[in-house]
Antibody, heavy 119, light 110 residues
Framework: QLQLKESGPGLVKPSETLSLTCSAS??????????WGWIRQPPGKGLEWIGN???????NYNPSLKSRVTLSADTSENQFSLKLTSVTAADTAIYFC???????????WGQGILVTVSS | QTVVTQEPSFSVSPGGTVTLTCGLS?????????PSWYQQTPGQAPRTVIY???TRSSGVPARFSGSLLGNKAALTITGAQADDESNYYC??????????FGGGTKLAVL
């Protein structure tokens, strides 16, 4: 059973870059069956899709975040990463990583990591 | 910008049946949107309930079912139980690699 776990700083200053990593265990991210992605949830609010990446490096991004988001994958470490630039308080959220089966639905979820943007 | 719509809240009696819906601000939901549904209780990561419109995820009880109802995707719980009380989110594929979540429905079982 594949498992995902997010890691990274829990506190980021405004205008800086938020960087998170999702480590996979129990299976390779090079699986042809899966895309990998990020979803976030501001406190008390709903889910927002951030973007997806295939292990080859092909990406898709939420248009509302596209100018600030970069996803990357490190197949040697079996992990993928999120960078979000120029953060503001509105980027405070729980960030989940997920595995999309066949790029059709989210099959696996990480436990989530709370990132707070504050000086 | 396309918005995915869900009822903000719903309530059902224990043992009752409830249908939650997922629509589009413009147009109809079809199988080409690959509707999926996720259940989330406070403080937990979401859990996949339904994918590809009608398919139950592994381990999900048979009382959960997915369908298309009119111009929307639907999640029906038949014989609701207390532990079904959760937030439910639908997600739709809008094409060109773009996914969008609905705002979520808070389901109360009481």
């Amino acid at each position: 059973q594949l498992q995902l776990k997010e890691s990274g700083p829990g506190l980021v200053k405004p205008s800086e870059t938020l960087s998170l990593t999702c480590s996979a265990s129990g299976g390779p991210i090079t699986s042809s069956s899966y895309y990998w992605g990020w979803i976030r949830q501001p406190p008390g609010k709903g889910l927002e899709w951030i973007g997806n990446i295939y292990h080859t490096g092909s990406t898709n991004y939420n248009p509302s975040l596209k100018s600030r988001v970069t996803l990357s994958a490190d197949t040697s470490e079996n992990q993928f990463s999120l960078k979000l630039t120029s953060v503001t308080a509105a980027d405070t959220a729980i960030y989940f990583c997920g595995g999309w089966f066949g790029d059709l639905f989210i099959d696996f979820w990480g436990q989530g990591i709370l990132v707070t943007v504050s000086s | 910008q396309t918005v995915v719509t869900q009822e903000p809240s719903f309530s059902v009696s224990p043992g009752g049946t409830v249908t939650l819906t997922c629509g589009l601000s413009s147009g109809s939901v079809s199988t080409n949107h690959y509707p999926s549904w996720y259940q989330q209780t406070p403080g937990q990561a979401p859990r996949t309930v339904i994918y590809n419109t009608i398919t139950r995820s592994s381990g999900v009880p048979a009382r959960f079912s997915g369908s298309l109802l009119g111009n929307k995707a639907a999640l029906t719980i038949t014989g609701a139980q207390a532990d079904d009380e959760s937030n439910y989110y639908c997600m739709l594929f809008l094409g060109s690699g773009i996914w969008v979540f609905g705002g979520g429905t808070k389901l109360a079982v009481l």
